[in-house]
């Protein structure tokens, strides 16, 4: 099944210390019909956040940063932005990471490497609240 366009200019951003993988990301999804905003640390991010003028309504995060952890980013959002919804990535397993405390078990999350079909889905779905939780 294909993956739903994009409704009414929804924002997603991305968050993510590689820079491949951060360009790779915001190409995905800006040809999924995305606005996309981008940045390489949490403090970039909370930044960006606070500049732009409209909802941030997903954020795609890297677990595993330099300086602030993708947990923590995601804590401080949330507690700024309720409504932002988050998606957590990495190259680790995820049962590995909740094993960590880097992030929480019941978290959406998308294991790298990944393709734009499987982002843009999994985008869709926790946009739509149709994704189930920890997959």
Same mark, same amino acid.
């Given at each position: 099944?294909?993956?739903?366009?994009?409704?009414?200019?929804?924002?997603?951003?991305?968050?993510? &210390?590689?820079?491949?993988?951060?360009?790779?990301?915001?190409?995905?999804?800006?040809?999924?019909?995305?606005?996309?905003?981008?940045?390489?640390?949490?403090?970039?991010?909370?930044?960006?956040?606070?500049?732009?003028?409209? &909802?941030? &309504?997903?954020?795609?995060? @890297?677990?595993?940063?330099?300086?602030?952890?993708?947990? @923590?980013?995601?804590?401080?959002?949330?507690?700024?932005?309720?409504?932002?919804?988050?998606?957590?990535?990495?190259?680790?397993?995820?049962?590995?990471?909740?094993?960590?405390?880097?992030?929480?078990? @019941?978290?959406?999350?998308?294991?790298?490497?990944?393709?734009?079909?499987?982002?843009?889905?999994?985008?869709? &779905?926790?946009? @739509?609240?149709?994704?189930?939780?920890?997959?």
């Amino acid at each position: 099944m294909a993956a739903k366009q994009a409704q009414s200019h929804e924002t997603i951003l991305v968050v993510d &210390d590689e820079p491949g993988v951060r360009r790779a990301c915001a190409r995905m999804l800006t040809t999924a019909g995305f606005d996309v905003l981008a940045a390489e640390s949490g403090q970039e991010a909370l930044e960006l956040c606070e500049q732009h003028p409209e &909802d941030i &309504d997903l954020a795609l995060i @890297d677990v595993v940063m330099p300086g602030m952890s993708g947990r @923590d980013l995601a804590e401080r959002m949330r507690e700024r932005w309720r409504s932002v919804k988050i998606v957590f990535m990495s190259g680790y397993v995820a049962s590995e990471i909740g094993e960590l405390g880097v992030m929480q078990r @019941d978290a959406h999350f998308l294991g790298k490497p990944f393709s734009s079909e499987v982002l843009r889905q999994k985008v869709r &779905d926790v946009l @739509d609240g149709t994704a189930s939780a920890g997959r």
